[in-house]
């Protein structure tokens, strides 16, 4: 059974700072990894979709890599913004199931 | 492209009645299309896969009597969650996979709908 971890569960870094926020898997076979952002109260932002056969995605100041291998999947934010302030989730898809199994989550604040 | 919406945006209900959520997709076919269910500070759970034309598939613990998924087209699935609870008091989000995508696995999401049960 796939589970998705997210770690850290929250963190609070100032204006400017570079950050990566981590995911791990237990299923290695996964189609895809995607990263989303959320707004509180709000729905989902599809960010970054890793396939399988890639092991990074780029879009402006986002990074997101993909190690099938160890299970693991970061997304690198450059030169943050209190607007990147956001819960960031990310999901796997594939295996048995090819559902899309989400993390736990990491709320990020980015102070002024 | 790829827009999802969901109505309504936020509905509340009194214990014991029944609401329904609507899940459209509004420029692509979607032959799939899932529920989640997500309490405050909490990740996504997928409820129930929606197939166009045929019965819905729940995931475990998941009561498909109380949950009634209906996708009756390829555009539109609904949600009613009958005889309504406050513990049934939520944020519901749809998602759909383009049926005629080139990134076929690729889901879309919703924005939404807040559900309390008072």
């Known amino acids: 059974k796939q589970e998705v971890t997210q770690i850290p569960a929250a963190l609070s870094v100032p204006e400017g700072e570079n950050l990566v926020l981590n995911c791990s898997f237990t299923d290695s076979a996964i189609y895809n990894l995607q990263w989303f952002r959320q707004d509180p109260g709000k729905g989902l932002t599809s960010l970054l979709l890793?396939?399988?056969?890639?092991r990074e995605q780029t879009s402006g100041r986002l990074n997101a890599s993909l190690d099938k291998s160890s299970g693991r999947s970061t997304l690198y934010i450059a030169a943050s913004q209190p607007g990147d302030s956001a819960t960031y989730l990310c999901?796997?898809?594939?295996?048995?199931?090819?559902?899309?199994?989400f993390g736990t989550g990491t709320l990020l604040a980015v102070q002024p | 492209g790829a827009v999802v919406s969901q109505h309504p945006s936020r509905v509340i209900c009194k214990s014991g009645t029944s609401v329904k959520i609507e899940c459209r997709s509004l420029?692509?076919?979607?032959?799939?299309m899932f529920w989640y269910r997500q309490f405050p500070k909490k990740s996504l759970m997928l409820m129930a896969t929606s197939n166009e034309g045929s019965k819905a598939t729940y995931e475990q613990g998941v009561e498909k009597d109380k949950f009634l998924i209906n996708h009756a087209s390829l555009t539109l699935s609904t949600l009613t969650v009958t005889s309504a609870h406050p513990e049934d008091s939520s944020f519901y989000i749809c998602?759909?996979?383009?049926?005629?995508?080139?990134?076929?696995?690729?889901?879309?999401f919703g924005p939404g709908t807040r559900l309390t049960v008072t």
């Open positions: 998602s759909a996979r383009d049926s005629g995508g080139l990134v076929s696995y690729e889901q879309y």
């Open positions: 999901a796997g898809q594939g295996g048995a199931t090819n559902k899309l199994i």
């Open positions: 890793i396939q399988s056969s890639q």
């Open positions: 420029d692509f076919q979607a032959t799939t």
